[in-house]
């Protein structure tokens, strides 16, 4: 888990980088695999530490909040 939270770290160093729609798709691959490497470790962390039967309630809780913080995410950056 440590490692995959310490590759999403630079994960928004890229879009600094940005100044051609091309380079936005090259970019965005990279961006997309920090970031996924990031969330399966949270995943794993969160599957391995739950009680035995539950797995899937709490993978329901997880994925639950995971996609408020992302769609509050979107809300907060429009906001901006």
């Given at each position: ?5 310490l590759?999403?770290?630079?994960q ?6 940005i ?6 798709q ?6 997309g ?8 470790a ?8 739950c009680?035995a ?25 429009a906001?901006?």
């Amino acid at each position: 888990m440590w490692w995959g939270a310490l590759v999403a770290v630079p994960q928004m160093i890229p879009p600094a980088f940005i100044h051609s729609g091309a380079l936005a798709q090259i970019l965005a691959a990279s961006i997309g695999l920090m970031g996924g490497i990031a969330t399966a470790a949270y995943f794993d962390l969160a599957m391995r530490s739950c009680p035995a039967g539950l797995q899937g309630t709490l993978m329901m809780l997880v994925d639950g909040v995971y996609i408020l913080s992302a769609r509050g995410g979107d809300v907060l950056g429009a906001r901006i």
